[in-house]
């Protein structure tokens, strides 16, 4: 709709004082977010319609603005909160690695959630019973309301047009046309700038937060928003060593001398390519696996094949290698030794896991310790323990790096000794 530039002039003013307001409304209301709201900068922009956000500055439509104030006056408070509590849980800085249409539902779903279980005075709409029921239903199937576990729960059932509408009736509220993976480079703060501030906000959260402002909703986003988050296919490469590896080395092989031998003496070259090379590939780690009742086997085996998969390329592994596959409950229940990947192959294919009692972590590392002793190692690298988290540790740092991988449930996980890597591998990742 055409707007008229002297109605947008008279316009302009009036929605700045309605946005200032909402502003000073979430600081008085909120401290813990006064460090984010101060990152965002209103900007009025003509015929965009709506709301969005570049990081930094929060584009808003003076004239939708009053309109939509003029219905519900929560809606300037709202629609801040709104887009804040976006770049707080660093939504826009995912999409480039997720499906666009779900990841903007899941968000705003996420962001919702969160602003109406926190009760923010002066920032109620009609349709929040509506989305009230929606959230209800949906947290009977996902087990924390972030984007990330909504998201996943959109893939893996799939909606039609009529639902998907009635989802973002209740739910939307800006536009993410600056989350576009094109669009990226234009983003003013950036992800680390960004979680940063989350951070902030996390802390100043537990100091200012009294009874009920506090959010279940809000410690899990933000908690997902702040976690490290690692490359599992860059952590088994730490497991690399430096070695000589039987094959062509064309990077140090003369063409010159080479040619000039054949042409000058037959087919005689002066120069024959070296049949060895300098590569950084795994040769020697372990595999422990938790077998207790507590660790399922179809998880185990998602977890095996994903590790085999990152590593069985010719790129990882060299032609001779020596991988032990220990299984344990609250002892070692097997031992598996790996020479070839078709041993590998051949474990992945039939091995059926054994144990199933409690957890104990402490006998693999002895385990460890006696084959180091025999020397069945020349230069371990690492273990990886895949289990639940639940058991015993060892008191002592090993003589080599250690990684515990969890399954992650939606929780901070069990917490490691402090000289281990801990990782947490959604179940998407495991299937991939």
Known sequence: MEINADLYEKCMPLAEQILGY???????????????????????????????????RLYYDPVFLLREYKKEPAFAVRSFLHVLFHMIFSHGFSYDKVEGELWDLA??????????????????????????????VLSEDVSAL?????????????????????????????SH????????????????????ISERVQADLKSFSRGGSNSESLQRNLAESTRDRYDYGEL??????????????????????????????????????????????????????????????????SFLRKTYSILKGEDNFFRKMNVHIIQCDNQVQKDTKITCKEEFDHFIATERLQ???STDFRPVFSHVEELLARREFENLKGLIYFTDGYGVYPERMPPYEVMFVFVDQGEEGPGVPPWAIKVLLDGDTLEE
């Open 236 to 301: 088994l490469r730490r497991f690399m060593v430096r070695n000589e590896d039987m094959q062509i080395n064309d990077d140090e092989f003369d063409y010159i001398y080479y040619t000039y031998g054949l042409e000058r003496y037959g087919n005689m070259p002066l120069v024959e390519p070296l049949e060895y090379r300098d590569s950084k590939k795994i040769r020697e780690f372990v595999i422990a696996i938790d077998t207790s009742a507590s660790c399922r086997g179809p998880v185990v085996q």
């Open 107 to 136: 968000a705003d779903l996420a962001v919702e959630n969160t602003i109406l279980e926190l009760e923010f005075p002066n920032a109620a709409l009609l349709r929040d019973e509506a989305a009230r029921r929606k959230l209800r």
């Open 146 to 174: 972030t984007a990330e576990r909504l998201y996943r729960y959109f893939r893996n059932h799939p909606m039609g047009d009529t639902e998907m509408e009635e989802y973002r009736s209740c739910f939307y509220v800006d």
């Open 177 to 196: 046309m600056r989350w576009m993976p094109e669009q990226k480079e234009e983003l003013a703060i950036s992800l680390e700038q960004w979680r940063k």
């Open 22 to 56: 909402a502003r000073d409304s979430i600081l008085v209301n909120y401290r813990f977010l006064s460090m984010a709201v101060s990152a965002l900068t209103p900007v009025p922009q003509k015929g965009c319609c709506g709301f969005y956000c570049d990081g930094r």
């Open 355 to 357: 144990g199933f009692g």
